[in-house]
Structure formats: structure tokens, C-alpha cells
């Protein structure tokens, strides 16, 4: 048991204690952040005549040598330490003696680990803003592909109005948008340095606090110092956004796994993106798409762990805090990969335009219009409303469209049914009609589609400047 702070203590700590305590087994994956402040805090140690160059260039060196030997194998990390923390000092005083052991001047691991978690959470947002451009690409590939693929709008699951899945998909961009410019502001609140705020009440040594955060590519350092260390909002707004992507892609696996059942037969996810049954030769199952469903319950437990795990912590620091990342390390895992999967299901999925399209037309999609017409006529809308309502009933017991009644039908309804009622309540006439903006058609549809394409050309991933 390697311990950084033996020096008050008479007896061994309990083993039971020492595992309860440890977070090596978890935070090992901060390494990397570790050592990247640890260079910086070294830089400006040096800078600030804290330490010899000849100090300095060993703890670098030292540093960087931990780090290529854990990720080439040949240096194992342990639960024989306490913390990632500890565990660096440890083999960097090993390696390189005394100058290892002033590394830790004017720090604390308080501000270390809340420096190691901005870090990791500003590179998983970066990373997380990538995938997300690549599916609003995607989509805005697919939406150009499908202006005139029709296809039936549902309310309570039920078929509504027709549109077109250039609009269906419009939706979701919308969704994954809001997501991304989500993601760019929760980096610009965050992008301070908590380094230098020490144990809680700041430090002693005359530490330049601007050159530690700029060596690290952030906007500035923190301001109150026992905020710095046990701020977590951060990571709960990321974890939020994750939520949120979870829910997005959620509601979306929803509709694929209902187009893609041989009931609705809209899509085909492609075979290597689907599995089979142990007993039904026949089956090929969209679990990619339920599993994303499913994993979207961890993702919001995490949220509510760590909205719960802070809400009792008095200021400044407490050990609760270590409970933010074993939670926040599986939604980012689990929503990463997700969006991972997706993107590299999306592409390969085969859109049966033709059974869309028969969808459309059937299910009386165009009785709105139907009523319009009638306005258009003179009739006043409650009364068209209901006029077609009655030719709705009538055509379900003849088990016709409302288009294949003949004129004489129609006129039975309502005398002021003329020829161009089949044009008015044709699929093409139905969508091309709406025009409002944000509407299906074509007009409005161009329009969402240039700004989708401003939005992608404008907003470009901070960390990869
Ligand atoms: N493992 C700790 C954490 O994750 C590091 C900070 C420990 N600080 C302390 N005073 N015990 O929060």
C-alpha cells in the first residue's frame, strides 16, 4: 500500500478501508490528463523559479517516460496505489529521485483531480462534437437524397398527413444540432483552469496560474478557489447533453425498429448491422438499434447519480466527489459508442421508397386536404371537416381512397366537389402545398436544407482548430 500521507499515522489503514478508498482501479483511465497537468504544473514551477531547469527537464522527462511505458505495457499500474496521483509521484520519485518529490509544490490532488476531470471531460466533448458532425453530414446527404421519397406522417402512432422522409429526417438534424451547439457551450463555460486553487484556500507560493492554464489550452484560471475544486457542473451538463443525445437516438431507433419489422417493411438495416436467432432461421433482429434504446437508462442513471452525488457535499472538498467517475466514465463510454454504432448504421440503411410511397397514399393521409379543398370552395371548416369525415366512413366500408370515389360520389357530399379534387388530394399536390416554414414541402424543405448546410459550414470542433 503506497500512500502519499503516512506521516500522521501510528497504525496501518485497515485493508477493508484502503480498497474502499482506493480509485486506482477506475482512474487509471486519467492517467494520460495526469501527466499532461503534471507537465504544465512543472513548466510553471520552473517559470517561477519553484524548481531548477535541471528539475524541471527530469520531472519532464520522468513524466513522459511513465506514460510511453504504461501504454507500451511494460509498466503495470497496480492497486498497490491509492490514486492515479499517487501513482505517478510514486514511480516518478523512483525513477528519478529528489526531484520527484517536488513535483507536488504548491498543488494538492484537490485541484490535480479537478484539473485530470476537466481535461478528460474537454476531450470526450471534443470527440463527442465530432461524431455528432458526422451524423448531421449524414443526414444532410440523405435529406438532399429523399426530397420527393413520400412517406406517411404519424400522430399516436397513427398516419396523419403524408410528407416526405427529407422532412422526417429534418427532424432529427434539428435534435442533433441543438445537441452540438449544446456540447460548444458547455466547453466555453468550462474552459478554465482549476490548478493552482491548492487543497481549497489557494496556495503560499507566488504560482503564475495564467501560464499553467494556458499551457494547457484553456481560456484562463478559475476564480473562487473552493468552487475550482469541487465544481462538478461541468460534467453534469455534458452528462446531460449525453442524456439527451441517448434520448434523440433513442426516439429514432424507436421509428427504425418499427420500419425495419415486417409490418411497416419501410427499411432494411443492412445485414452486418443485424443478428439472428439461436431457433427462427428467419429472423434478423435489429438488436443494434434496441441495445442504443435500451443503454440510453444508464446513461440518465448516471445523470441522476451525480445530480444526487452533489447535492449534500459542503464546501470545499469531500471524498464524495470520487464518485463522479466511475458513473460519468460509463455514460461517456455508452453514449460514445452509441453514436458510434449509429453512424455506421445510418449509411447502410436500404429505404424501400416504393412501399413508402403505397404507405402514403393509403390510410386517408390526405383527409386534411381533403377538408382544405372544400374551404377552398366556399365551406367553412368545421363543416369540411365533418363533410369528409362521413366520405372518410364511407370509404372505409367500400375500402377505397378517397380519390378512386367517383365524381358523382363526391358530389353526393358536397355539390361544390369538382374534377380538380383528384389533383387537390394527390400525394404530390398534399406535400408541395406546404409551405410554411419548417413544412414538408419542397420550398420549405430547400430552405431548412440551407440553413442544415450554414450550420454544418459555420460551427467548426474547438479542439480541433
Ligand atoms: N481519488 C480522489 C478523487 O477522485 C483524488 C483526490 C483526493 N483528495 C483527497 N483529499 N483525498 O476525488
Known sequence: MAQLW?????KETDKMVYAFNASIRFDQRLLEQDIRGSKAHATMLAKCGLLTEEEKEQILTGLEGI??????????ITDAYEDVHSFVEAVLTERIGEAGKRLHTGRSRNDQVALDMKLYTRDRIDETDELLKELLEVLLRLMKENLTTYMPGFTHLQKAQPLTLAHHLGAYFEMFMRDRSRMQDIRKRMNLCPLGSGALAGTTYPLDRELTASLLEFDGPTGNSMD???????????????????????????????????????IEIDDSYSTGSSIMPQKKNPDVAELIRGKTGRVYGALQSLLVMMKGIP????????????????????AMTALRLFNGMLPGIAFDKERMRE????????????ADYLVRKGMPFRDAHSVIGKMVLYCIEKDCALGDLTLGELKGFADTMGEDFYDAV????????RLTKGAPGPLAINGEIREAKEFLSSVCNPGRN
Open 359 to 370: 404507405s402514403a397514399a393509403l390510410g386517408f393521409t390526405n383527409a386534411t386536404d381533403a
Open 426 to 433: 394527390s400525394l404530390e399536390t398534399c406535400i408541395s402545398r
Open 6 to 10: 503516512g506521516g500522521r499515522f501510528t
Open 315 to 334: 464546501l470545499a472538498y469531500n471524498k464524495d466527489l470520487q464518485e463522479d467517475k466511475e458513473v460519468s466514465f460509463d455514460a461517456v463510454d455508452t
Open 67 to 76: 506514460l510511453s511505458d504504461v501504454q507500451a505495457g511494460s509498466l503495470e
Open 228 to 266: 475550482s475544486v469541487s465544481d462538478r457542473d461541468y460534467l453534469i451538463e455534458f452528462v446531460f447533453d449525453l442524456s439527451l443525445i441517448m434520448m434523440h437516438l433513442s426516439r429514432w431507433c424507436e421509428e427504425l425498429i418499427l420500419w425495419n419489422s415486417n409490418e411497416y417493411r419501410y
